[in-house]
């Protein structure tokens, strides 16, 4: 595709073009310098002519929109959008503060390896960002994050940035069914069902971390009942595992419900080194209830959370979780619709049909006695057609209720392994929101830096 400008170029009177930094479908930003004000802009173009649909002209003019509501800190400037008209084409330009640094994708492949603490910093200035969107008058999702769209200058600085996609939680109600705009690998299920809400914002910021964490697309890392398995690709302290998994969940009721409760979550999810045990020697008798439930070394946690399995598993245990894992991924995945559902239909329809079978068998073997009593006068019809009837009845009988049963026994195996699931994600969030109340406490804090412990950070309570 052929450039709209090049280097020298004076555009609007205003924005000399230095240098191409991007090019997509929807256009191309520069590198410009504002001769005004002496500053150096993103400039980002969309040509007419170029255009394969007006809905991304739409697209285009709604992030003006939006950006000119914004002011934040974690997001660049907005300074002016304008267009500009020629014999053959129209152009539309958005000028905002150019964010210096490169994207979270460049970095990782120009060879940064993130640390924990470094994640978990990017991590808390996006949920903050994300706080601030999610409480505007009107409420802003941004609906594409993810490394290509957060910005990390060499001092650390942070900047959530293309917000062509971002929808008003207040005006954007009409997506169509199976339509959706994202991207794959970062978009939760609902999104990909037209239906984006604030959490879905949280799943894709999890899934970014995941790929600083690990170095892979999410859609590249093994999946577990529709969920991201990080857990066998980076070690992690507990409590941040906990609190990513819980950012991943596929379903909307198990994520954090805002993007200030996974702030405070994290801000209470410091990383514990292996070999430190936080117990209650360690704190204040007043604080020794609310820390019994996070008693526990990391290996501990993960043993119960079951994130790691522990060497203690046995051939049948590990039997078990696989037939676990199969029926809920089965119940989980869209592709094989309502399992639940469709057994119910079935045990149904087997036990009708066997009634109909019943009377069906009634009918014609009284039929066929008749029939044959009158053509064949002897005792034929005294055994051979009651027999016929009820090997032919029970048969079908017992076919039927053997299907039946088996139906059932999945049904209550599926349910009971649900259960299982669900408790143990109760278990999970139980122990996050445990350890926030154990942080609060400020008598926590000079006894574990008496160890040799990290600080944990109160969370801010508005």
Same mark, same amino acid.
């Given at each position: 595709m052929t450039k709209l400008h090049y280097p020298g170029d004076l555009i609007h009177n205003r924005y000399q073009v230095h240098s191409l930094i991007g090019q997509g479908g929807t256009g191309e930003t520069y590198q410009a310098e504002d001769v005004q004000q002496h500053q150096w802009v993103a400039l980002k173009v969309m040509s007419l002519k170029q255009l394969g649909t007006f809905d991304l002209l739409d697209r285009f003019e709604r992030e003006a929109e939006i950006l000119g509501t914004i002011d934040h800190p974690g997001v660049p400037d907005y300074i002016e959008h304008f267009r500009v008209e020629t014999d053959d084409d129209c152009r539309f330009y958005l000028a905002q503060e150019f964010a210096s640094g490169k994207s979270l994708d460049r970095w990782v492949h120009d060879g940064w390896r993130a640390?924990?603490?470094?994640?978990?910093?990017?991590?808390?200035?996006?949920?903050?960002?994300?706080?601030?969107?999610?409480g505007l008058e009107a409420p802003i999702i941004h609906r594409d994050i993810k490394p290509?769209?957060?910005?990390?200058?060499?001092?650390?600085?942070?900047?959530?940035?293309?917000?062509?996609a971002v929808q008003s939680a207040y005006r954007d109600q009409q997506v169509s069914q199976g339509t959706f705009i994202g991207t794959l690998g970062y978009m939760p299920p609902e999104q990909l069902r037209g239906q984006a809400t604030f959490a879905s914002d949280l799943y894709a910021l999890g899934a970014t971390l995941v790929f600083l964490l690990t170095h892979r697309n999410p859609d590249e890392l093994p999946m577990q009942r529709m969920k991201i398995h990080f857990q066998g690709r980076v070690k992690l302290s507990a409590m941040f595992s906990l609190w990513l998994d819980r950012m991943l969940e596929p379903r909307l009721k198990h994520r954090f419900a805002s993007a200030?409760?996974?702030?405070? $979550?994290?801000?209470?999810?410091p990383?514990?080194?292996?070999?430190?045990?936080?117990?209650?020697?360690?704190?204040?008798?007043?604080?020794?209830?609310?820390?019994?439930?996070?008693?526990?070394?990391?290996?501990?946690?993960?043993?119960s959370t079951g994130n790691e399995p522990s060497d203690r598993s046995s051939p049948w245990m590990?039997?078990?979780?696989?037939?676990?894992?199969?029926?809920? $991924?089965?119940v989980d995945n869209p592709k094989s619709?309502?399992?639940?559902?469709?057994?119910?239909?079935?045990?149904?329809?087997?036990?009708?049909?066997?009634l109909l079978i019943a009377w069906l068998g009634i009918l014609s073997i009284a039929l066929m006695a008749w029939f044959l009593a009158y053509v064949f006068d002897n005792k034929l019809k005294e055994w051979i057609f009651p027999l016929a009837f009820v090997l032919w009845l029970s048969s079908s009988v017992v076919l039927l209720s053997l299907i039946q049963l088996f139906i059932l026994l999945l049904a209550v195996v599926m349910y009971v392994a649900q259960k299982h699931k669900d408790n143990k994600r109760s278990l999970n969030n139980a122990k996050i929101e445990q350890f926030i109340e154990a942080s609060n406490s400020k008598k926590l804090e000079p006894k574990l830096e008496q160890h040799g412990k990290a600080t944990l950070p109160a969370p801010v309570i508005d």
């Amino acid at each position: 595709m052929t450039k709209l400008h090049y280097p020298g170029d004076l555009i609007h009177n205003r924005y000399q073009v230095h240098s191409l930094i991007g090019q997509g479908g929807t256009g191309e930003t520069y590198q410009a310098e504002d001769v005004q004000q002496h500053q150096w802009v993103a400039l980002k173009v969309m040509s007419l002519k170029q255009l394969g649909t007006f809905d991304l002209l739409d697209r285009f003019e709604r992030e003006a929109e939006i950006l000119g509501t914004i002011d934040h800190p974690g997001v660049p400037d907005y300074i002016e959008h304008f267009r500009v008209e020629t014999d053959d084409d129209c152009r539309f330009y958005l000028a905002q503060e150019f964010a210096s640094g490169k994207s979270l994708d460049r970095w990782v492949h120009d060879g940064w390896r993130a640390t924990e603490a470094e994640v978990q910093r990017i991590a808390l200035e996006i949920l903050t960002t994300l706080e601030y969107l999610h409480g505007l008058e009107a409420p802003i999702i941004h609906r594409d994050i993810k490394p290509q769209n957060i910005i990390r200058q060499s001092d650390g600085r942070i900047y959530l940035v293309d917000f062509g996609a971002v929808q008003s939680a207040y005006r954007d109600q009409q997506v169509s069914q199976g339509t959706f705009i994202g991207t794959l690998g970062y978009m939760p299920p609902e999104q990909l069902r037209g239906q984006a809400t604030f959490a879905s914002d949280l799943y894709a910021l999890g899934a970014t971390l995941v790929f600083l964490l690990t170095h892979r697309n999410p859609d590249e890392l093994p999946m577990q009942r529709m969920k991201i398995h990080f857990q066998g690709r980076v070690k992690l302290s507990a409590m941040f595992s906990l609190w990513l998994d819980r950012m991943l969940e596929p379903r909307l009721k198990h994520r954090f419900a805002s993007a200030k409760a996974a702030r405070m $979550g994290l801000q209470t999810a410091p990383v514990f080194p292996e070999s430190i045990r936080v117990s209650a020697d360690n704190v204040e008798p007043s604080a020794q209830t609310s820390l019994a439930s996070v008693t526990a070394t990391d290996q501990e946690l993960r043993d119960s959370t079951g994130n790691e399995p522990s060497d203690r598993s046995s051939p049948w245990m590990e039997t078990s979780e696989g037939l676990k894992d199969f029926l809920l $991924g089965a119940v989980d995945n869209p592709k094989s619709g309502n399992l639940v559902a469709l057994l119910y239909c079935i045990f149904w329809v087997s036990a009708i049909s066997r009634l109909l079978i019943a009377w069906l068998g009634i009918l014609s073997i009284a039929l066929m006695a008749w029939f044959l009593a009158y053509v064949f006068d002897n005792k034929l019809k005294e055994w051979i057609f009651p027999l016929a009837f009820v090997l032919w009845l029970s048969s079908s009988v017992v076919l039927l209720s053997l299907i039946q049963l088996f139906i059932l026994l999945l049904a209550v195996v599926m349910y009971v392994a649900q259960k299982h699931k669900d408790n143990k994600r109760s278990l999970n969030n139980a122990k996050i929101e445990q350890f926030i109340e154990a942080s609060n406490s400020k008598k926590l804090e000079p006894k574990l830096e008496q160890h040799g412990k990290a600080t944990l950070p109160a969370p801010v309570i508005d």
